[in-house]
């Protein structure tokens, strides 16, 4: 696994971020996902299989509707020791009846990857009365004693209706107050009335405060039996209730295996609708996954990250069409020739598809690497550049599998012979080795290595200094060399020495020409 600053320096973190997670609930699974990289070959295949086929789904939709499926889907853990509550089975049966939509749309696309279990038992056990809604309440129609109880409740309310109502009524015609009402309020200063409501047994005081009192209808003695077996049968309901609840929570438990599936598709399916929307809109492929290192091969391959920044500045993207050797590979090339942008897109998609996300190519066709090594160790406490990116590569060899190594100008921190050396050794040996190297260098001497695969960038067409203008600012001038430079690899023969283009672009770039004199000079 690459580490978090490398992943933010090769511009890998950039591109987690292009993955949305259209739920909370799959913003947890993404950061799941990215977590662990994938190290079996099937089951990579499996993925991307899916996230094609999620792919050609997206095709037959003229909206996409997937993400307002995700968006209601929240899964609901069940434990075996708790008992579940009424909020509880609210939840489940709202997520059981999202999953089962879910389900339904999977089915309808021909999404075959996918165990989706059948939740339809389940969620008929919690809707007893077949309205198929996302909701859940205690029917009657879950026990016929719970039936009975609340139809005898309902009779009591009805008949304490009645009586309050002819106890209101009673109330009335012995106040000769016909418009008398359960709750009324008197100002303290009808002292007659006050007095008057005082005297019968009918109305007691609710509140009062400085200006008024406020009267409410008392209980007779009639309805105060009626409440009585109202609260009995409260007491019995609850306690059937309960009984419900304890009986519906044991039958929930049988099935927490098919939860935890319906959980799992859930994540599976979500995982795989990121990638597959990834794709879509950042027009990536899915690779040929290779079961024995061949070549690393890419068609029209684009440093995301990179593309994306040239696009916010107006400015176009060149992209490439690349062959490495499954063994050791060079690239030699001018400053600013675009060497760092390559070897960091090789190193995005290589981890990249260590996650089974979809690659920003047209074609694509690599091995799966059990490590992926890149030098881009900075300076520590105790340890300058040079001496970080040695003991790094020095770690990094102790790495067990077949590994990729991605040296951009390795030994550049020390003096340059001392480095040319060093580079050219450190090439040498991982050219012996089974692990895949492509490194990038300034240096001859690694050019010469013969069994090696030599790759150099094409750069600047040769009539280009022409179209330079001494008037050209350094700005112009810039954005000139960059419209005119061919980042496309081009294959050498072993041992070619490499070509020499750092003193044409200082000229380029308006360097005066009583340096490149001096320069003449010391080449006599």
């Known amino acids: 696994m690459i580490k978090k600053a490398q992943r933010d320096m090769l511009g890998i973190t950039q591109i987690y971020e292009l993955i949305q997670p259209p739920s909370h609930f799959l913003a947890g699974i993404k950061r799941q996902q990215l977590g662990a990289a994938q190290k079996n070959l099937v089951k990579l295949s499996d993925s991307y299989q899916r996230v094609n086929a999620m792919l050609k789904a997206f095709k037959q939709d003229e909206y996409d509707f997937w993400p307002e499926y995700f968006d209601e889907i929240v899964p609901f853990e069940v434990s075996e020791k708790s008992q579940l509550s009424l909020p509880d089975f609210f939840e489940l049966k709202k997520y059981l009846f999202h999953y089962i939509e879910l389900r339904n749309y999977v089915i309808k696309h021909n999404l075959t990857g996918y165990p989706l279990p059948d939740a339809g038992a389940l969620f008929k056990l919690l809707d007893p009365e077949g309205n198929g809604l996302p909701v859940f309440r205690l029917s009657p129609l879950f026990s016929p004693r719970l039936a009975e109880i609340d139809k005898e409740r309902q009779a009591l309310n009805l008949k304490l209706k009645h009586e309050r109502h002819a106890y209101l009524q009673e109330a009335r015609k012995v106040l000769e107050m016909d418009n008398l009402k359960e709750t009324f309020c008197l100002s303290r200063s009808e002292h007659v009335l006050i007095h008057k409501l005082?005297?019968?047994?009918?109305?007691?005081?609710?509140?009062?405060?400085?200006?008024?009192?406020?009267?409410?209808?008392?209980?007779?003695?009639?309805?105060?039996?009626?409440?009585?077996?109202?609260?009995?049968?409260?007491?019995?309901?609850?306690?059937?209730?309960?009984?419900?609840?304890?009986?519906?929570?044991?039958?929930?438990?049988?099935?927490?295996?098919?939860?935890?599936?319906?959980?799992?598709?859930?994540?599976?399916?979500?995982?795989?609708?990121?990638?597959?929307?990834?794709?879509?809109?950042?027009?990536?492929?899915?690779?040929?996954?290779q079961n024995k290192p061949e070549k690393l091969s890419f068609k029209a391959a684009r440093n995301l990250p990179l593309q994306l920044a040239l696009a916010k500045e107006e400015r176009s993207y060149q992209s490439?069409?690349?062959?490495?050797?499954?063994?050791?590979?060079?690239?030699?090339?001018?400053?600013?020739?675009?060497?760092?942008?390559?070897?960091?897109?090789?190193?995005?998609?290589?981890?990249?598809?260590?996650?089974?996300?979809?690659?920003?190519?047209?074609?694509?066709?690599?091995?799966?690497?059990?490590?992926?090594?890149?030098?881009?160790?900075?300076?520590?406490?105790?340890?300058?550049?040079?001496?970080?990116?040695?003991?790094?590569?020095?770690?990094?060899?102790?790495?067990?599998?077949?590994?990729?190594?991605?040296?951009?100008?390795?030994?550049?921190?020390?003096?340059?012979?001392?480095?040319?050396?060093?580079?050219?050794?450190?090439?040498?040996?991982?050219?012996?080795?089974?692990?895949?190297?492509?490194?990038?260098?300034?240096?001859?001497?690694?050019?010469?290595?013969?069994?090696?695969?030599?790759?150099?960038?094409?750069?600047?067409a040769a009539d280009f200094d022409a179209r330079i203008s001494p008037d050209n600012s350094l700005e112009q001038r810039l954005k000139l060399l960059a419209s005119a430079m061919d980042y496309s690899l081009v294959k050498e023969d072993s041992g070619t020495q490499p070509p020499m283009d750092a003193i044409r672009i200082a000229k380029i770039l308006g360097l005066p020409e009583e340096i490149f004199s001096r320069i003449e000079s010391e080449i006599e």
């Not at 062959?323 to 001018?334: C, H, Y």
Request: aromatic share 8%; charged share 25%; hydrophobic share 40%.
């Open 198 to 289: 005082t005297q019968t047994p009918y109305f007691l005081r609710q509140s009062e405060n400085v200006a008024n009192i406020t009267y409410s209808l008392a209980d007779s003695e009639k309805s105060n039996e009626l409440k009585a077996q109202i609260a009995s049968q409260n007491e019995a309901l609850e306690a059937e209730e309960e009984r419900i609840l304890k009986e519906l929570s044991s039958k929930v438990k049988s099935e927490i295996p098919l939860l935890k599936a319906i959980t799992q598709d859930c994540a599976d399916i979500g995982w795989d609708y990121m990638l597959a929307a990834f794709a879509r809109d950042y027009d990536c492929c899915i690779p040929t996954l």
């Open 320 to 460: 490439l069409d690349i062959s490495f050797e499954a063994g050791a590979n060079l690239i030699t090339g001018p400053n600013m020739g675009g060497k760092t942008s390559i070897l960091k897109c090789i190193a995005q998609m290589a981890e990249l598809l260590r996650h089974g996300i979809p690659l920003p190519a047209r074609e694509a066709s690599l091995p799966l690497y059990d490590f992926i090594y890149y030098n881009s160790e900075g300076e520590s406490d105790n340890l300058s550049s040079f001496g970080a990116e040695v003991v790094a590569l020095n770690k990094a060899l102790e790495n067990k599998g077949h590994g990729l190594y991605i040296l951009d100008e390795f030994a550049r921190g020390t003096n340059p012979s001392e480095g040319e050396l060093l580079a050219t050794a450190v090439i040498r040996h991982l050219a012996k080795t089974p692990h895949t190297l492509i490194a990038a260098t300034h240096y001859a001497k690694p050019a010469r290595i013969e069994e090696i695969a030599h790759f150099h960038i094409k750069g600047i």
